[in-house]
């Protein structure tokens, strides 16, 4: 079962009421950054490649097609016997650009990253809201206890 807004909120740090969702809490962009030099997934371990972090002008970032990482706002915690899944704000799609996002570990405590593929040219305003933070009921053994711990805290 997917919990509510409030229950999400309880889990984000500092948050404004107008992020609260009925089913989730919306994320807002923190940080963009381009990817200059490659990563790299082997079989054992991997390397997040060198990025750049774009300076907004007056505030706005205005962003040309192309794949950027974007860093969230939020500071999120993923609590126990739940998973968490981010979702675009659908305004980002009807402006022709996607978030692309992975799962949530249970356990896991951070300020995390999706990628920005934009479309067509678009300005973002820093702080805005760009996603949205959803929480569903999930058995689980371990908790998450990998590289990404506690970034960008
Ligand atoms: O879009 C997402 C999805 C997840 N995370 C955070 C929460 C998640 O628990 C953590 C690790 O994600 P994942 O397990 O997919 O990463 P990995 O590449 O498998 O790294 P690790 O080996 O550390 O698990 O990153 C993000 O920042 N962005």
């Not at 962009?29 to 300076?55: C, N, S, W």
């Not at 996002?101 to 702080?127: N, P, Q, S």
Request: charged letters at 25%; hydrophobic letters at 30%; proline letters at 4%.
């Amino acid at each position: 079962m997917f919990k509510s807004g409030h229950f999400v909120a309880d889990n984000l740090g500092e948050l404004r009421e107008t992020q609260v969702q009925p089913n989730g809490v919306d994320l807002t962009v923190d940080a963009v950054f381009e990817q200059t030099e490659p990563g790299r997934i082997g079989r054992d371990g991997k390397t997040v490649g060198e990025r750049q972090e774009l300076d907004p002008e007056d505030g706005h970032y205005s962003l040309e097609p192309g794949g950027y990482i974007v860093r969230y706002g939020e500071q999120i915690t993923i609590p126990d016997d739940h998973i968490g899944f981010l979702y675009p704000r659908s305004s980002l799609l009807r402006n022709s650009c996607m978030l692309d996002t992975a799962v949530w570990d249970a356990g896991y405590e951070g300020r995390g990253e999706g990628l920005l593929e934009v479309f067509h040219e678009i300005e973002l305003e820093r702080g805005a809201r760009i996603a949205q933070l959803v929480l569903a009921d999930a058995a689980h053994e371990e908790s998450y206890d990998g590289s990404y711990q506690g970034e960008n805290l």
